[in-house]
């Protein structure tokens, strides 16, 4: 069974522009989160859905979103981005409470 | 104001040692845990889990202890092995008694070097 899938694998992003960042769960999975990963921070929680709704949000401004399809993909959204939004965006598919992640997209903030 | 990485905690060991790994967690409402191994480039990896009603739980090479009354989690790895080095993160769900089973909070990790 293929694991999760995360594209891209890297990006390059400047300031004030936006990104868009691709995941495709394990098949079956349903629940789809997020994470953001940095060295100052770790890994903290974006947010999570699940039968294309949000489930549960994380403390981060306005400018991160997500959405989920009818066929359980999901994507996220950064707008107008800072130079503190470089990190590692991990998703992670769970069927009950394990969740399993991605490798995930490392994005530069220029 | 400037950010400060985090100073995560070391442990070295020899091959064929065995390795303990600590967490303390901070929601005592919590009732699920999870180890996850992530190795540089890739995303963390399960290892094992507990829930609360439990104290101990073995797996192949690892067992995680639970004390909730002092809200503690360890992680032994018997006859550590190179491939074992790696960041070792606990993670706790945050959404006890509700549906929301994404939603994980996750300690600072711990780096793990085995030496041959």
């Known amino acids: 069974k293929a694991g999760v899938t995360q594209t891209p694998r890297y990006l390059i992003k400047t300031r004030g522009q936006q990104v868009t960042l691709s995941c495709s769960p394990i098949?079956?999975?349903?629940?789809v989160s997020w994470y953001q990963q940095t060295p100052g921070q770790g890994l903290q929680f974006l947010f999570e859905?699940?039968?294309?709704?949000?489930?549960n949000k994380g403390n981060f401004p306005g400018r991160f979103s997500g959405r989920q399809f009818s066929n359980s993909r999901s994507e996220m959204n950064v707008s107008t981005l800072e130079l503190g939004d470089s990190a590692l965006y991990l998703c992670?598919?769970?069927?009950?409470?394990?969740?399993?992640f991605g490798s995930g997209t490392q994005l530069s903030v220029l | 104001g400037e950010s400060v990485g985090l100073h995560l905690p070391t442990l070295s060991v020899q091959e064929g040692d065995n390795s303990i790994i600590n967490c303390a967690y901070s929601?005592?409402?919590?009732?699920?845990f999870i180890w996850y191994k992530q190795e540089s480039g890739k995303g963390p990896q399960f290892i094992i889990d507990?829930?609360?009603?439990?104290d101990k739980r073995q797996g192949q090479r690892v067992t995680v202890l639970l004390n909730k009354t002092v809200k503690h989690l360890s992680l032994q790895i018997a006859a550590t092995q190179p491939g074992d080095s790696a960041v070792y993160f606990c993670?706790?769900?945050?959404?006890?008694?509700?549906?929301?089973?994404?939603?994980?909070?996750f300690g600072q990790g711990t780096i793990l070097t085995v030496h041959p």
């Open positions: 098949s079956g999975h349903r629940s």
């Open positions: 507990i829930r609360s009603n439990m």
């Open positions: 929601n005592s409402a919590s009732d699920y």
């Open positions: 993670a706790e769900n945050s959404d006890a008694g509700g549906t929301s089973y994404g939603k994980l909070t």
């Open positions: 859905y699940f039968s294309e709704t949000q489930r």
């Open positions: 992670a598919s769970s069927l009950g409470q394990k969740l399993f």
